[in-house]
């Protein structure tokens, strides 16, 4: 399992992994929560789009660290705050 006590020797990898693991419990705890709510018709639609919100802020994350520069990664991640 991953652990956060290896600081920041891996250039960086521990901060990736960091992020990661909370991207994948954001959308696990916004699926808990969706399954609580009432099944009415409005909401269905609603818990659809926001379990495909929850999960695309992680991928948008995987496709920045993925960037090719530095610049790159910096534009992608601004990006990914704004839209999130």
């Known amino acids: 399992m991953f652990s956060p006590n290896n600081s920041l020797k891996n250039n960086g990898q521990c901060c ?3 992020i990661y693991l909370k991207e994948i419990q954001f959308a696990k705890r916004v699926r808990v929560f969706v399954k609580k709510l009432p099944k009415t018709p ?6 659809k789009q926001v379990v495909r919100a929850s ?8 496709e920045a660290n993925e960037a090719l520069s530095k610049k ?13």
């Open 16 to 18: 990736v992994k960091l």
């Open 42 to 47: 409005g909401n269905i639609e609603d818990d």
């Open 55 to 62: 999960g695309s802020v992680g991928a948008n994350y995987i």
């Open 72 to 84: 790159d990664f910096s534009i992608m991640i601004f990006l990914l705050k704004i839209l999130s």
